[in-house]
């Protein structure tokens, strides 16, 4: 079965800094890609490739079979890739109502009468909302009145709505609590059973280890392993992920600095 | 959240809802600013509620109105333009020069200056979208470039700071009756630019709050990046914006033409915060995503109302600048204390 989306050794530079190098990742309909990496591992450029805010300079990118080279976030979502970025999913001052459709309105009428369907529009997201267990008082409200976590799976709602093939998500619980985190993971996974394919990228691999089915880890722009999950266990991953030996050298330079890590409590100093 | 706590929930939507949907509407604290003025200047002039000053407001606001309506667009896309002022002014002065030099129909001069005044508005959304410099920046830029130009190519053609006459030139009465004639209504005697606004009012409400580019600017100027990755064309909405305002532009600067047949070169510096002001009035915020068209054709009758309202009362004009700061001021306050209230949860 040809993956929905594969991409092989793609680099991105910008001028002389490397962003990333040889990164090889595949997303398979019904399954979630994990993309894991600390801060400046080149996850965002990552997903600006795939979303089609800028092009790769090297490696191939393929969409069901075909190679592209996008040129512009439209073009990604007429493919069927839709990206749900953390802080920019939304435009906060809007109803809930226009931002669950926007770019992709519904009209009817023609010529210069050809105008919103403002009433199917409606109708339609507070069905979608309700449909993944969110109630809205008012779908008139300010999007920027709902919880980070219901934002996110407004964003998520709306991409199944649109048909979308792949769902890339930029950290869609880096800002959450620990039970919005639950919430928005219990979409994630609606979505994938939905038959979609699921590019997840995070920095917190317990939330990936959850649902992943493949983890791809990033390190200052480079690839630093890619596993199935049945490959690896969630303390490796962790491990992998907070840079393996640099985590034993700083539990090492913790424990002289006087911290306890034997667990003995200590009531000195505080 | 739970199945059972949808019935309650959707009563209370139902009686907050009204009081929400107007306490959120963004003329909310425009009208009632206007209510306050028209009942001020009741009391203390009283010549203020005859027909005929009504007109004399009417027409005052309109001047103002048919530029604060694309400028209030053009907020709600999150740019400003100050080169709108003397815009009208080169419009004007293109429609003049062009026909008088060409000797050519009145008509020609004003379909060249609206092909002139669209190319100026292109370049302030090109050159905005292209170098992502702030719009304040390249307006300014605009602004000071026409202010030259209006000034230097007026002198160097006619010899003077005014264009030559083209009262009597073929096409000039036609082009008035559209631009700059007067109808009576009822007994009372309206300006036409009145009905330009109305209308201008009506349509940009229509494509804001019911077409799909109006949503696009309110998401452009509520979140650009966010507009773009769900497929906005953000660089296409903010150029047409700023083309929106040059049309505008267009209209007064061909009324300005047509009320006297002669341009003063000088004219038009600093109307451009005139709109802004109407705008701001009439809830569109400074930083974008959030106005109504109909909010600035409430700011400019307010605007209107003041600057008319003084000279009725007989008080010295020389105030009248005053007036228009605090109640920018009030308004600004007003609004936000509005927003915030209905924006609570």
């Given at each position: 079965m040809t993956a929905l989306v594969e991409l092989t050794d793609v680099s991105k530079f910008y001028g002389n800094i490397r962003a990333l190098e040889g990164v090889s990742l595949e997303v398979h309909a019904g399954e979630i890609t994990c993309v894991l990496g600390d801060n400046g591992a080149g996850k965002s450029t990552l997903i600006k490739i795939i979303a089609g805010l800028h092009r790769h300079d090297a490696g191939t990118f393929t969409i069901e079979g075909e190679e592209v080279r996008l040129d512009s976030p439209r073009e990604a979502l007429d493919r069927g890739i839709a990206t749900v970025y953390?802080?920019?999913?939304?435009?906060?001052?809007?109803p809930v109502w226009r931002n669950f459709f926007l770019g992709s309105e519904p009209t009817k009428g023609a010529g210069p009468f050809k105008r919103l369907d403002v009433a199917k529009m409606r109708e339609t997201t507070r069905s979608e909302l309700l449909r993944m267990g969110i109630d809205l008082r008012d779908v008139d409200q300010p999007i920027g009145t709902l919880s980070g976590g219901e934002r996110q799976c407004v964003a998520i709602a709306r991409a199944v709505y649109f048909g979308a093939k792949v769902l890339v998500l930029d950290?869609?619980?880096?800002?959450?609590?620990v039970k919005q985190s639950g919430v928005v993971l219990k979409y994630v996974a609606a979505a994938r059973d939905a038959g979609l394919g699921v590019v997840l990228i995070t920095h917190n691999p317990h939330h990936a280890y959850l649902v992943g089915d493949r983890f791809v880890l990033l390190k200052r722009g480079a690839m630093a392993g890619s596993h199935a999950k049945s490959e690896i266990a969630l303390d490796e991953l962790t491990r992998q992920m907070a840079g393996g030996s640099e985590l034993d050298q700083l539990s090492h330079e913790l424990a002289r600095a006087g911290v306890a890590t034997d667990g003995e409590p200590s009531d000195k100093g505080m | 959240m739970s199945a059972e706590a949808t019935a309650p929930a959707d009563e209370r939507l139902l009686r907050r809802g009204i009081l929400r949907r107007l306490m959120g509407r963004p003329e909310l604290g425009s009208v009632v600013g206007a209510a306050a003025v028209f009942v001020f200047f009741s009391f203390v002039a009283e010549s203020f509620l005859q027909t005929s000053s009504l007109s004399t407001v009417l027409y005052a606001s309109s001047t103002i109105g048919i530029m604060a309506v694309p400028v209030a667009l053009l907020m709600i896309g999150g740019e400003f333009d100050l080169s709108t002022g003397v815009m009208v002014t080169s419009s004007a002065l293109v429609s003049s020069m062009f026909s008088y030099q060409m000797t050519a129909n009145v008509w020609v001069g004003v379909g060249v200056s609206l092909l002139a005044t669209l190319a100026i508005g292109f370049f302030n959304g090109f050159m905005l979208t292209r170098t992502k410099l702030p719009s304040f920046i390249i307006t300014l830029g605009t602004f000071l470039m026409l202010t030259g130009l209006n000034l230097g190519f007026t002198k160097l053609i006619s010899g003077t700071v005014s264009t030559k006459t083209i009262?009597?030139?073929?096409g000039f009465d036609s082009a008035r009756a559209v631009f700059a004639s007067h109808l009576t209504l009822g007994g009372v005697d309206l300006q036409v630019t009145i009905l330009w606004w109305f209308g201008l009012v009506a349509l940009a409400t229509w494509v804001l709050l019911r077409t799909r580019v109006g949503n696009w600017i309110f998401a452009v100027g509520g979140g650009s990046d966010a507009a773009r990755a769900v497929g906005v064309p953000v660089n296409k909405t903010k150029i047409g914006l700023y083309m929106g305002v040059a049309f505008c532009a267009w209209i007064s600067g061909q009324h300005l033409l047509m009320s006297y047949d002669v341009v003063q070169s000088g004219e038009g510096v600093g109307n451009e915060f005139l709109y802004i002001i109407a705008a701001v009035i009439g809830g569109c915020l400074m930083t974008g995503g959030y106005g109504s068209a109909i909010g600035s054709a409430v700011g400019a009758f307010i605007f209107g109302m003041t600057s008319k309202g003084i000279v009725y009362a007989q008080w010295n004009p020389d105030w009248f600048k005053f007036f228009l700061g605090a109640m920018l001021l009030l308004a600004t306050l007003l609004n936000a204390w509005v927003r915030k209230r209905a924006e609570a949860k």
């Open positions: 953390q802080d920019l999913a939304v435009v906060p001052l809007m950290e869609p619980t880096a800002a959450l609590g | 009262g009597d030139m073929e």
